[in-house]
């Protein structure tokens, strides 16, 4: 079973930047997709980015293209979300998931607790 526990969340203004980290534990995640998803307040979690096993192939929703980049350091069993240009409406907590299936949101069996990020206007 993989650990996931995500850092970095905080406060920041619109057009602030901030980086968010998933450290895993209990097994290397060098075989896994990784992957960022969000959740609002009233809304269904949703895709936003992943990352394949060597971190050649990375995906991105259309909302964030452009301003949040995912990479990841298998090394130090680590993956991180870089966010600039936040908007108000990046708001939510941001988990970190894991799969070794797919990156369907269904494939993904191992989530963080998340960590929240809050952009004010």
């Known amino acids: 079973q993989v650990q996931l526990v995500e850092s970095g969340g905080g406060l920041v203004q619109a057009g602030g930047s901030l980086r968010l980290s998933c450290a895993a534990s209990?097994?290397?995640?060098?075989?896994?997709?990784m992957g960022w998803f969000r959740q609002a307040p009233g809304k269904e979690r949703e895709f936003v980015a992943a990352i394949g096993w060597l971190g050649g192939s990375t995906y991105s929703a259309d909302s964030v293209k452009g301003r949040f980049t995912i990479s990841r350091d298998n090394a130090k069993n680590t993956v991180y979300l870089q966010m600039s240009s936040l908007k108000p409406e990046d708001t939510a907590v941001y988990y970190c998931?894991?799969?070794?299936?797919?990156?369907?949101?269904?494939?993904?069996?191992?989530w963080g607790q998340g960590t929240q990020v809050t952009v004010s206007s």
């Open positions: 998931a894991a799969s070794r299936r797919g990156l369907l949101l269904n494939d993904f069996d191992n």
């Open positions: 209990g097994r290397s995640v060098s075989s896994y997709f």
